[in-house]
């Protein structure tokens, strides 16, 4: 019985310790991309036309924002591709062609990931004075629908096209990795509302233990593990896929998330 | 009395036996289940926990950066200038604008949606020649202008529209190739072969069908073909 209790303990202070060297070197990491995105973002171009400054004025800071929104999406409207802008205090999201919207959606709900308050405000705006690039993605539904049908030899096998199927039977819930380190998770809304709960969950599920068993392989390794800032956003289901289908591989992506 | 006694040895000696498979089961569970709540900390609690840690930054009066009325101005003409420059990105001039994900369509005057509809766009469908010659039947994305616009268009068949149905490829100036009536009463051009245009498979619309080109029903098509001209933009996404 004596053997069986200090089996527990050591069992409980393992335990412990596992959890305090994941979160440590968790907590570690995060801090770590909180200092290099500041320094990669800190430095001011001679070439810039306004330089952004630390103030505690709100005027001037909504001044700065609205300044650095403005910039990003001109210079979004330079590329030749469909760039999305996601306004989070307007809850606008909008596709956009050489600076015309062509698409505006309503963003239902988001979560901005903490590491925006962190960062130091300059190197936030000058982050968001320009477009975020798609670095990869994965998504629920393909980005291309792509049907193979091979030609028939003759008229004889020729059959004409069915009608196709148009019904939103796929989930859609995707993640874009950006240029800036931040990622950007789509979730359809209400997928309770269909069959899509169940593949919502699966798609976090399976995004989570990706991560997991990384944070793990660091952790044994001793190697401080890649942190990521999230910006989690749920969007109607048609309107996700109408984004996700018409972004070009290495979109821009513009934010305004104050 | 005896077989009582020795029940009662064979009892305790079961128990005995029993104790270590106890033990292990119990050790098992307390094992699976530090592992459960590591892995569960870790999938779920963590992400929130990490971030906990950082601490907002509020930028104190001390370490502000003022400007002045010179500089305050500077930043205001700098914003209503870009948001100008933002501006005059949509044009005033008609406008049309092809949703290929949901088939839809809308047309613009003056910055205003004046109609929007169902029209049919790509099908994405990647045909197979037996010579291993392929296509893939998808509308293009981006910008687009009206480079051509005819009245009672013939259709000049392409070699895929031969392929896809199993006949022989005719040479270039076959006649064969010259359908009349198919393409409705217009066509507007917006380069490397791609069209608006009318259809016969009018209950297709709504439905990504087509080779690549944009099928309209008559009344759209029409409106659609006075109010653009040569030059006209078409955002398709």
Redesign the interface.
Known sequence: MKR?KV??II?AI??VL??SL??TI??LS??KT?AEFNSKFSTNSEKA??NF?????SS?TA??I??AF??A??EA?KS???SLTLNFPDSTAN?M???????SAKIESYKL???I?????ISLYKMLSLPLHVTGHISTIPK???????????????TP?V??D?TDIDAVNFIFETSAGIQLYFYESNPRESADGMKQFKFD?KD??Q??YE??KSAFTFKKPK?Q??IRIKLNK?DA??IY??L?ENADIVLKVR | MEQSVDNNTNLAMDSTKRRPVI?FF??LS??LS?VI???L????A??G?????????????V?????DQKQ?A???N??KK??Q??SN???NQP?F?V????NRFKLYKNKKQIREGFCSTG????????DKRQW?F?TP???YRIIGKVTNPVWRRPDWSF?????PIPSQNDPIRWEAGVLGDYALSIGDGYLIHGTIYK??L????THGCIRMNDEDLEAVYKALDFGS?V?I?
Do not use: C
């Open positions: 069986f089996l527990l069992s393992l335990l596992i959890i994941i979160s968790e907590i995060v801090n909180v036309e306004y400054i630390s103030t505690s004025d001037i001044k700065q609205t300044y403005i910039s999406q001109l409207s030749d591709s469909i596709l062609i050489k600076g015309v919207v062509v698409h990931s903490r590491f308050d962190a960062v130091d405000e291309v629908p792509l049907m193979v049908k091979i030609a028939p030899k003759d008229t004889s096998e020729y096209d009608v196709p148009t599920f989570r233990v991560s997991g944070l793990f942190y800032p999230e048609r896929k109408m289908r018409a070009p | 033990r119990i050790g307390i094992g530090s709540i590591v892995v900390f870790v999938l779920y963590l992400s926990l990490k971030e906990g840690y950082l601490k907002t930054i509020k930028v104190s009066p370490d502000s950066v003022s400007l305050i500077k930043l205001d700098l914003i870009n948001s420059k933002f990105l949509t044009p406008y604008v949703n290929t994900t949901y099908s994405y469908t990647l045909l197979k020649g037996h893939i998808k994305k981006g910008l392929v896809e149905e199993g006949l209950r297709f709504g439905m990504p069908v933009k955002y996404f």
